[in-house]
């Protein structure tokens, strides 16, 4: 129990500060820069979004918690407005100070600083549970699985979207980098194991996996090619892992995120 809170501690401090180590910065820049650019031009950040208002239906008879959301991801304010009861949850009571600001005219919307695991937080029978960017936030997927499932409704659903650590060339870049990592303690990307573990714990209603073939964009960008032209391949290449991932598990494995619907099992 004292290591679980020293580690929340560790967390809310970095998020709070956001001090980073160079290690972590480069990163952050491969990750957050060059990657998001991939991302964005080839249009898998609008695909991506569009995808989980698609899953997240009719909102408006049901409870919803957005998942370590932080100051509000793209969708939370969506999320807000849509349902009939929100919660917002983060470990950074910065962030959360912020986003109910941001929630100040949504009567039904709220935001909530407390630990997703921890006694305090003692809502539940939600319909759906939004965690964009968290799941991998945990070491203990049994647990985490279990503590999903005690919050949901017995027809709830959750809607993911995480790191993949089973494509060999990541996961050989990930091994590298994670000894100098500021946020190792709390960054487990997903692992064929642990999928597999949500796919026997859920039903996977529908997923789609990204940045497979298209990841390789970033090294087409360095041939004497137009923009015009790279954009189209890109696009194309992403169209495959679009499609291929939501079919083959083999496939999927090959892409650096991991989108899912999850329908509850009773």
Request: glycine share 4%; aromatic share 12%; hydrophobic share 40%.
């Amino acid at each position: 129990m004292k290591a679980n809170e020293d580690l929340i501690i560790k967390q809310k401090k970095f998020y709070e500060t956001k001090k980073k180590n160079l290690p972590t910065k480069l990163w952050f820049f491969v990750r957050n820069g060059l990657l998001n650019k991939v991302r964005k031009n080839i249009g898998v950040q609008n695909d991506i979004y569009a995808l989980h208002k698609k899953w997240c239906g009719d909102l408006s008879g049901k409870k919803v918690l957005d998942l370590g959301c932080f100051e509000g991801n793209a969708l939370s304010i969506y999320l807000a407005q849509s349902a009939k009861e929100y919660i917002a949850i983060d470990l950074s009571e910065s962030a959360i100070l912020k986003l109910n600001i941001r929630l100040e005219n949504i009567p039904q919307a709220r935001a909530i600083a407390v630990d997703f695991l921890s006694s305090q937080f003692v809502e539940n029978d939600f319909d759906l549970i939004y965690a964009y960017g968290v799941l991998h936030h945990f070491k203990d997927t049994d647990g985490l699985v279990t503590r999903l499932k005690e919050k949901l409704k017995p027809e709830g659903m959750v809607i993911s979207y995480d790191p993949l650590q089973t494509s060999i060339p990541i996961k050989i870049l990930r091994n590298l980098y994670r000894p100098f990592q500021s946020d190792r303690a709390w960054e487990w990307p997903f692992t064929k194991k642990v999928y597999f573990h949500y796919k026997r714990s859920f039903n996977i209603v529908e997923k789609r996996a990204v940045l497979g073939k298209s990841k390789w964009l970033f090294l087409l960008n360095l041939l004497p090619l137009s923009t015009k032209r790279k954009e189209k391949i890109g696009k194309n290449w992403h169209y495959q892992d679009w499609q291929k991932s939501q079919i083959s598990d083999k496939y999927m494995f090959k892409c650096m995120h991991l989108t899912m619907l999850l329908a509850n099992r009773v």
